[in-house]
């Protein structure tokens, strides 16, 4: 199954078998890789059509025929690198590339699943309470989703200097449309109001003020005369990619879908939840991999993060999410409520700090959902296709090493 918390951690404890990873992780170069370097000696050209046999000039470094260096492991960064970004391989993070194979390992589109029984229990099943809470989660993900698209295609991807980490994330931007696609899908499936539903996010302040902090964060990083080479701006960017990873993926997605899943434990909106399963997979990842790769740039540029910005950076994520709970929940639903909503947002805060390596933001947090990565996982129950449209393998013979 799964682990939510560390989705690749498998692969780091095998990886930590091999020769390769006796090498510092923050480095990360392959034994082959690092073979062709011994000292004094020449390097290597590297074996790849078009390139003619390069010309020694001493005994560090090699001139290609067309007057480029080849590429070196060690010298990718993952920003304000100076390697070629058009040249895969050799890989200095071969762990980005381990998730962009796993991230094709789950894949669907919303027209898989059918909604039909959801249909049903809107009509005929939810209280009004819960219709009001499967419509604001529904309205919220929709432009949430719009925004991490943007936000990762548009502002983070760009300043990546490591093509194995630009191959990832650009997978990422695919999988964020069709998280938009789906929540779409859903909205159509019921015969929802698209004009109110999508516009909630601009008329409820407890949704709006979740978006405009994160349209904050985005809109400081999308500027064109960014330069990563002053701490001041690059501090900003970490900042940015932290929120996005660390809370808005990792605490507000995450917390996000388990309203529905409340739902699905009672056999209601079945068909909504199994679409958020498959979303929910590729969220842990997106934040996995950003807090990986945030935790790579503080090494490599030596950041010193603000802990007075850390602290009103989880405060007002905190403050956010609780008002957006009580909205959502002014009474509870059936195992389902504001406080335990909140409580786990505070625990999950605590797990993304560990993650990140610094200082939990909420001691003593209780995990008050924990079915929740139960729930979340898509079991291979005898009736697990019965809500499908079609078999689709590659979801089913879904592993993660
Ligand atoms: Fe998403
Ligand atoms: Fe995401």
């Not at 058009?86 to 094709?104: H, R």
């Not at 909604?115 to 929709?142: I, P, Q, R």
């Not at 993304?352 to 079915?371: S, V």
Request: proline share 5%; charged share 25%.
């Amino acid at each position: 199954m799964l682990n939510w918390d560390d989705p690749i951690g498998q692969l780091k404890k095998d990886k930590a078998k091999t020769a390769a990873a006796k090498l510092p992780e923050i480095t990360e170069v392959t034994g082959a890789e690092s073979a062709d370097r011994e000292p004094g000696n020449a390097r290597k050209a590297p074996v790849s059509a078009g390139i003619k046999a390069p010309v020694s000039t001493g005994p560090d470094r090699v001139q290609l025929s067309g007057g480029a260096e080849p590429v070196r492991a060690e010298d990718k960064r993952i920003i304000n690198g100076k390697t070629d970004i058009n040249q895969l391989a050799p890989f200095k993070y071969p762990w980005a590339w381990k998730y962009f194979l796993n991230a094709n390992k789950n894949h669907w589109t919303p027209t898989d699943i059918n909604m039909g029984s959801d249909l049903h229990d809107f009509n005929h099943k939810l209280t009004e309470d819960e219709k009001h809470v499967y419509t604001n989660v529904l309205a919220y993900l929709t432009t949430s989703d719009i925004l991490a698209m943007r936000n990762i295609g548009l502002a983070v991807m760009e300043k990546m200097s490591a093509p194995e980490l630009q191959i990832y994330q650009a997978r990422q931007v695919y999988e964020e449309a069709l998280h938009t696609w789906t929540y779409q899908h859903c909205i159509e499936s019921l015969n929802l109001d698209q004009g109110e539903i999508y516009n909630r996010y601009r008329v409820i302040p407890e949704i709006n003020a979740k978006i405009q902090i994160a349209n904050r964060r985005l809109n400081s990083v999308l500027r064109p005369d960014i330069d990563l080479e002053d701490p001041g701006e690059l501090t900003n960017f970490v900042m940015a990619y932290i929120f996005f990873a660390a809370i808005f993926e990792g605490c507000w997605f995450y917390n996000g879908f388990s309203p529905v899943f409340a739902l699905q434990r009672r056999g209601l909106m079945k068909g909504t939840a199994e679409q958020l399963q498959y979303i929910m997979r590729d969220e842990v990842m997106h934040a996995s991999f950003g807090i990986r790769v945030v935790k790579h740039i503080l090494v490599e540029n030596d950041v010193q993060l603000d802990p007075q910005a850390i602290r009103d950076m989880w405060d007002e994520a905190e403050a956010a999410e609780k008002a957006y709970a009580r909205y959502l929940l002014p009474r509870p639903i059936l195992g389902y409520n504001a406080e335990d909503h909140s409580e786990q947002f505070r625990f999950m805060a605590n797990r993304r700090a560990r993650q990140l390596g610094l200082e939990e933001p909420f001691p003593g947090a209780k995990c008050t959902l924990p079915w929740l990565d139960e729930q979340a996982n898509l079991r291979k129950e005898k009736n697990f296709f019965e809500t499908r449209v079609t078999e689709y393998q590659t979801g089913g013979a879904l592993t993660w090493d």
